[in-house]
């Protein structure tokens, strides 16, 4: 075959993405990781899952999603997920991690701060086996109102140790946690659950009804809410009863998702289902809220790092194509772009982990932790929002980048671009993390002050970042502020997160974000005037 039309000799292509140290390659992320204190753990850490195997282990678990088997071979109920081993694999090496449990190590180390760090390098690569550690995460917060429950789980919450078999519980050396909270006809609406929960005696109980969304079906047991005698009530659902036998949770079918489809999520039917209660009856949303708020950070980190990974792709892509002979990056239009991305990605970044460490701080005795606390509980909500909102687009102009290449299958942008959604959604949707902060406002206007305060104390030189707290004020004061809540947290967020860079990052870069992000609205990708820091943001966008 004449050498000039040999298929196999391709051209103008770049090299696979793999093989790579997903940590070095960041500086935004590592400058977060250097004021927490962990940039080395964080290096050796991004070695490891740049690996071309690691990779190929997240597109594997993608293109073989769950399946259900409601009957054994015999005719049995088992009502089983099994998924492929990439899966396992996957989740394995997490849970050796600490995805799972880390936040509750008994260490002074700053656990919160070194657990999203992970946890961002680990969703660029696979974020739908994420969620169950993440909920299984989380779970403590509230099995804290029930102490006894706590005792008996906490240890096998804490283990290292991956355990997929489909056992009890206490025979295994690891669990997971679920949860269960919506259903057909309430949605957000969970007071209008309809599943009821009848005593047995003390805290037992057996339930009977339905979930419309049952998160993580093959955990160990999961967070489900239920009509008690007093209302609402949060509860403890194992898959296997106390005397051993398989709990009542009959799987319905498993949802055909956008995206997120290496995790399964279920239709679930409860007939007289054993469970613990929790907390007391009658405050389920007071019991459940204390884990939703911590997934919600989760939420927003795994979004930074969609649209990192997204950034990523476009910028390898950009750095070997030659395109009207010059590379595709060195063409001022695409520099332009790729900049433009490279800005939010950073303060996407640097907001993310910055709410991390504020986590941190509010647990620790040291000065200024109620500070750090009033962050959390204004900026949890706001920082989901803005930055799982904010996911499909950036990912959709990133694919554009690779052209034709991004769009087809074999990429990986279509598999980021699909899972993105899912966060903007979970865990609540955007109105109801705008309203939320709407709620702070009318219930502890101090604390909403305070923050405001100390995010002027940081960024207040910046352009647009007075301007930004007096529209926050002025939309929360308004006699209407539901209505107005959604800009109240869109430009809350913009400013904590000129804030983080100011923290973070180059002054310059900084006052690129606040200059078209806070000074005037952003506009589409490769509009703003990021001329001056193009190249800066483009060498920290990929930076080995």
């Not at 959604?421 to 305070?450: C, F, H, Q, Y």
Request: aromatic share 6%; glycine share 6%.
């Amino acid at each position: 075959m004449d050498a000039a039309h040999d298929p196999d000799d391709v051209c103008n292509q770049p090299p696979p993405f793999a093989d790579v140290n997903l940590a070095a390659l960041d500086a935004p992320l590592m400058a977060s990781a250097t004021q927490a204190g962990i940039a080395d753990e964080i290096l050796a850490f991004g070695r490891e899952w740049g690996g071309a195997d690691q990779l190929a282990l997240g597109r594997l678990a993608n293109e073989n999603p769950p399946e259900l088997h409601s009957h054994d071979p015999q005719g049995r109920r088992c009502d089983v997920v099994e998924f492929h081993p990439a899966y396992h694999a996957l989740t394995a090496q997490s849970i050796s991690a600490g995805l799972h449990c880390s936040g509750w190590d008994l260490t002074d180390r700053p656990r919160q701060a070194a657990r999203a760090a992970r946890l961002y390098l680990v969703s660029q690569v696979e974020a739908g086996h994420v969620c169950p550690l993440t909920m299984t995460h989380a779970a403590p917060a509230s099995l804290a109102a029930a102490p006894q429950l706590l005792r008996d789980w906490l240890p096998r919450i804490r283990s290292r140790v991956y355990d997929g078999r489909f056992l009890p519980f206490w025979e295994k050396a690891g669990v997971t946690i679920g949860m269960g909270m919506t259903e057909r006809q309430g949605g957000t609406d969970v007071r209008a659950n309809t599943t009821r929960a009848d005593c047995i005696q003390g805290e037992e109980y057996e339930i009977t009804g339905a979930k419309w969304f049952f998160s993580a079906p093959m955990s160990d047991a999961a967070l489900v809410l239920a009509q008690a005698k007093a209302g609402l009530t949060c509860f403890l659902m194992p898959r296997f009863r106390p005397d051993g036998r398989v709990n009542a949770l009959r799987l319905v079918r498993l949802k055909r998702k956008l995206g997120n489809r290496s995790n399964a999520s279920s239709e679930v039917e409860f007939d007289r289902a054993f469970a613990w209660r929790v907390g007391e009856e009658g405050r389920g949303i007071q019991t459940i809220i204390e884990m939703v708020q911590m997934t919600r950070l989760d939420c927003a980190v795994s979004s930074a790092a969609l649209m990192r990974m997204a950034l990523s792709r476009a910028l390898h892509h950009a750095r070997h194509r030659t395109v009207f002979q010059k590379k595709l990056i060195d063409q001022p239009a695409m520099a332009m772009v790729l900049a433009d991305l490279a800005l939010d990605a950073e303060a996407y970044t640097a907001l993310s982990l910055r709410l991390a460490r504020s986590v941190d701080g509010a647990a620790s005795p040291a000065p200024g932790h109620e500070a750090e606390a009033a962050r959390v509980r204004v900026l949890t909500p706001v920082v989901k929002f803005a930055v799982c909102k904010a996911a499909p687009g950036f990912i959709g102009e990133a694919m554009e980048v690779l052209g034709g290449n991004g769009y087809v299958e074999d990429s990986a942008l279509p598999r980021l671009y699909r899972e993105a959604p899912v966060n903007a959604i979970w865990e609540g949707s955007g109105n109801v993390m705008a309203l939320d902060l709407a709620r702070v406002a009318k219930r502890e206007p101090d604390t909403l002050a305070a923050v405001l305060d100390d995010l002027l104390r940081i960024a207040g030189d910046l352009p647009g970042a007075v301007a930004a707290a007096e529209t926050v004020v002025e939309c929360l004061r308004a006699g209407d502020r539901e209505a107005h809540a959604r800009r109240a947290a869109e430009r809350l967020a913009t400013l904590a997160a000129a804030a983080a860079l100011a923290e973070s990052a180059p002054p310059a870069i900084a006052e690129a974000f606040a200059a078209t992000r806070l000074g005037r609205p952003a506009s589409l990708y490769g509009t703003n005037a990021v001329d001056g820091v193009r190249d800066q943001l483009i060498a920290r966008a990929l930076a080995a």
